[in-house]
Every structure is written in C-alpha cells, then in structure tokens.
C-alpha cells in the first residue's frame, strides 16, 4: 500500500495568515496515461464526517472557499488556506486513490 | 438532497458480529459504487471496503485488515448497503462511515456509526 506522510502533525496560525499542509506518498500517485495526479484533501470538524475539499490535488470541490487551493505533483502535495478563518479550525487529511485508497495521518489546525 | 444515514453501531462483545446498514437517498443508488470507511477513536481514516454497481458486476474489495471477517453487500430494491462484520476485534472499534463512490474520492459521507468492541 501508499504510505501518505502528513506534515506538521499541528500548527497554529493568525487569523488571516497563510496555513500549509504537506502530503507525501511512498510512490507517485501521477498517472501517466490521464496526466492526473490522484491525490485528494479533506477538512473534518470535531464531531462531523470528513469533508471533501480538492481532488486530482488541485480541483476544488463546489462550494469550498477559494482560499482553499491545493498544488503538487507526483509524490509531494500542499494544500494551503490563504487566510485562516476561524471556521477553518479543523484536522485535514490527504488521500490518495491511485491503488488502494489510504489516507494521511492528519494535520490539525488551530489559531494562534 | 443527497444524503447517507448509517446505522446498526453499538457495543458488541470480541469475537461477535455486527451488520451495519447505509441507507441512501436523493440520488440513483444502483447507479455508484459504495464504500466503507472508519476512523478509531483520535485517529485517523481508514478506508474497508467497497462493493461496486450491478451494472459493473456487484464485486467487492478490501482492505487486508478486514478480508474475509468483512462482507460488503447491497440491496438496490432498498437503496442500502450493508457491512457485515464477522470475529470482531478489539481494534474494530470505531466509527464507521458509509461513503458514495468506490475507488475515487468520496464527495459525499453518511455521519458515521460508532462501533465499539469490548467485553
């Protein structure tokens, strides 16, 4: 199985400012014939399910702020929250669906 | 409204089973595959399985943690999957969510069932 290594396991960031999650996979997830790298990020809030926020690691979901955006290639990806808002406090996941579906550890995201 | 309802946790003794049940509404069920996915308590997801659509074959995968112990099955009639948990362990604890899709992302989850195995 793809291993996906999530870093930091928490941070603490402004209101406002700039928050970055990294995903790392064990192998690409790039597939060559679709060009597609088959990454995804979800939010999840205490309490609730997860929440699908970017998929083929840079298509935004409908409905989800812009100031959601998700980049990379091959085995490392960043999902970045442009300017925190409160209501962005939550644990985000990576997952990958190239082979069989795993999922990061976590990151969680608090203010500071 | 697309929405998925789960149900069936609840505490079970080791060595017992469980069925949980998905029910689906606000879209065409036998239309997607269905998944399975839990999350231990503090920890993370888990993906266990899923059963694709009639239309490609009805078959099922999982994940290595939960093959043969775990069925997958589903009722089209009754827009409902099922996961029938078999020699549960102590570290099926969990909570279990049903999500709409099989080996893509998953856009749409029930609010999760808890599990909890235990004597």
């Known amino acids: 199985d793809i291993v996906m290594t999530q870093s930091p396991d928490s941070l603490a960031v402004s209101l406002g400012e700039r928050a970055t999650i990294n995903c790392k996979s064990s192998q690409s997830v790039l597939y060559s014939s679709t060009n597609r790298n088959y990454l995804a990020w979800y939010q999840q809030k205490p309490g609730q399910p997860p929440k699908l926020l970017i998929y083929?690691?840079?298509t935004r979901e409908s409905g989800v702020p812009d100031r959601f955006s998700g980049s990379g290639s091959g085995t490392d990806f960043t999902l970045t929250i442009s300017s925190l808002q409160a209501e962005d406090v939550a644990v985000y996941f990576c997952?990958?669906?190239?082979?069989?579906?795993?999922f990061g550890g976590g990151t969680k995201v608090e203010i500071k | 409204e697309v929405q998925l309802v789960e149900s069936g946790g609840g505490l079970v003794q080791p060595g017992r089973s469980l069925r949980l049940s998905c029910a689906a509404s606000g879209f065409t069920f036998g239309d997607y595959a269905m998944s399975w996915v839990r999350q231990a308590p503090g920890k993370g997801l888990e993906w266990v399985g899923f059963i694709r659509s009639k239309l490609h074959g009805g078959t099922t995968e999982y994940a290595a943690s939960v093959k043969v112990r775990f069925t997958i099955s589903r009722d089209d009639s009754k827009n409902i999957a099922y996961l029938q948990m078999n020699s549960l362990k102590t570290e099926d604890t969990a909570v279990y969510y049903c999500?709409?899709?099989?080996?893509?992302?998953?856009?749409?989850w029930g609010q999760g069932t808890l599990v909890t195995v235990s004597s």
């Open positions: 997952q990958q669906y190239y082979t069989t579906l795993t």
């Open positions: 999500t709409r899709g099989g080996t893509y992302y998953y856009p749409i």
């Open positions: 083929w690691a840079s």
